[in-house]
């Protein structure tokens, strides 16, 4: 089997990525997980809007340049800041609470939530960008 070209993989990977953002979250499989690399991406390219679900204690050891921070024990007062209409994507520490309160805000009718597998300590460890919070 040949390899593909380096530009053409990553382009077959961009619009695999691209096409599971805005699918409906129930056409993605049952834990609706993102690999990191895709929320990354996601991200960077402005494609879906992405919360960090951590809380503030955890914020303070860095966050994602570009992600909303939103706390978890907030999500109940501030439902109106995640949309239902565009592809959402939950980052907590190790993806646990992330893909509960995904599951949770898909049981309420957001169909385009997903959660980034790995977390904000997998972020870390891969050493990714981290900035102070604001």
């Known amino acids: 089997m040949t390899q593909l070209p380096a530009r053409r993989h990553l382009l077959a990977a961009a619009s ?24 990354r991406d996601a991200l960077a390219r402005r494609s879906a809007i992405v919360f960090d679900i951590r809380e503030p204690d955890e914020h303070a050891r860095g966050v994602a340049p570009g992600m909303r921070l939103l706390p978890m024990s907030q999500i109940g007062q501030r439902l109106a800041e995640i949309p239902k209409d565009q592809p959402v994507i939950l980052v907590c520490n190790t993806q646990n609470r992330s893909k509960a309160t995904a599951r ?11 959660y980034a597998a790995g977390g904000m300590s997998e972020w870390a460890r891969r050493g990714w960008p981290l900035a102070a919070p604001r």
């Open 104 to 114: 949770a805000l898909r049981e309420r009718g957001w169909s385009k939530v997903r």
């Open 16 to 39: 695999a990525t691209a096409l599971a953002l805005v699918l409906p979250a129930h056409a993605a499989g049952e834990d609706e997980a993102l690999p990191l690399e895709a929320a």
